[in-house]
């Protein structure tokens, strides 16, 4: 015989819309992959408005800087606390950024707004494919990854066109501004669709394990950024930027090992295809970002083409 749980007054568990729920995440992704291509198709026009080129590269290395320092962070609050909520903080930070970087004024103003705007991005692409693995079965996954995958793949082909086309009819502003529809629709679609259950226990944050992490990671980026352009790489001042990211990570790694709850665990390294992955996203990043940055710079200052040549070829 049934017991009707209702008539108890245990309310009935809502129950998660798959297909609503992937087209939620499915937008959070391309509101992040569409940025780098976007921005850099506009970083032309955002120059010559806003003056800095000596600090063109800046406005890329901000945003990506936050965007990996924050990565393994959310991943891990996503795990304590739920992926919706970690997510729906991410894409706020990433919506406020945008939406400050298309008032920015001045370069160093710009670069400030792309680092909150990074702190947000952080959160989108780790957790939104967290969550279709948590919702769909080993068997389901495969097909599903096919829709995540060409989300990168239609980014890429319209994010220079998009890019271009506003650059040339509207303002650099709307750049950053296109993103917030998207980023408030994918919200919507998430609190309405989206219903996990979060286990309650008390939690050890590695704060420590974060901190180390984030020294580590941006006095790198600052070592590559500025290394021959501001000081020469025999300088004292890289020396001791690399002295300091040398040792963060000599403590970062000290401190996995001893967390309870570690930022990253090392364990996972030891698996050849997660290496593998990595690996070769790191390569593959390194390509494209390097090439999408610095190509529309070179087409409109040194061929002297505008964005519309840009976005035709």
Known sequence: MGIDMEAFGTPKR??????????????????????????????????????????????????LLMNSVTVLIYGKLSDLFGRKPILTIGII??????????????????IIFRLIQGFGAGAVTPIATTIVGDIYTTEE???????????????AITGPAVGGLLVQYVSWHYVFWIN???????????????????????????????VLLTITISTLMFILVEGESRWSWGSWQLIGLL??????????????????????????????SIFIAN???????????????????????????????????
């Open 279 to 313: 690996i070769t996203s790191l390569t593959s990043g390194i390509i494209l970002i390097g090439i999408s940055s610095f190509l529309p710079a070179f087409v409109q200052g040194v061929m002297e083409q505008t964005q519309l040549w840009q976005v035709l070829h």
């Open 243 to 272: 002295s300091i990211s040398i040792l963060a990570l000599i403590a970062f790694v000290f401190q996995e090992n001893r967390a309870i709850e570690p930022v990253m665990p090392f364990s996972i390294w030891k698996e050849r």
């Open 14 to 63: 809502k129950q998660t819309k798959k297909s609503l729920v992937l087209a939620s995440v499915m937008l959070a992704m391309f509101m992040g992959a569409i940025e780098a291509t976007i921005v850099s198709t506009a970083m032309p026009a955002i120059v010559a408005d806003l003056g800095g080129f000596t600090l063109y590269s800046w406005v890329f290395s901000a945003y």
């Open 93 to 110: 930070i990433f919506l406020i950024g945008s939406i400050l970087c298309g008032f920015a004024g001045s370069m160093k103003t710009l």
């Open 141 to 155: 996954r495969a097909k599903v990854q096919g829709y995540l995958s060409s989300v990168w793949g239609i980014s």
């Open 180 to 210: 917030i529809p998207l980023g408030l629709l994918s919200l919507v679609g998430l609190w309405l669709f989206l219903h996990e259950d979060v286990a309650k226990k008390k939690h050890n944050i590695d704060y420590l394990g974060a």
